[in-house]
């Protein structure tokens, strides 16, 4: 029985990090490089400010 809860746990821990790991390469649409899913460009992200 405690063999299988490792097993699950280490499976998890492996699924997460696979499916991080693809993520980060089948990003095709622009952003910061770090997968967050921001906007490339900055000036589309700014808020409009009141004078």
Same mark, same amino acid.
């Given at each position: 029985?405690? *063999? /299988?809860?490792?097993? /699950?746990?280490?499976? %998890? @821990?492996?699924?997460?990090?696979?499916?991080?790991?693809?993520?980060?390469? %089948?990003?095709?649409? @622009?952003?910061?490089?770090?997968?967050?899913?921001? @906007? @490339?460009?900055?000036?589309?992200?700014? /808020?409009?400010? *009141?004078?």
């Amino acid at each position: 029985m405690q *063999e /299988l809860i490792i097993f /699950l746990v280490f499976a %998890s @821990a492996l699924a997460y990090l696979g499916r991080r790991i693809y993520r980060s390469f %089948s990003k095709k649409q @622009a952003g910061c490089g770090k997968g967050c899913g921001c @906007a @490339a460009d900055a000036k589309a992200t700014l /808020l409009p400010t *009141e004078k």
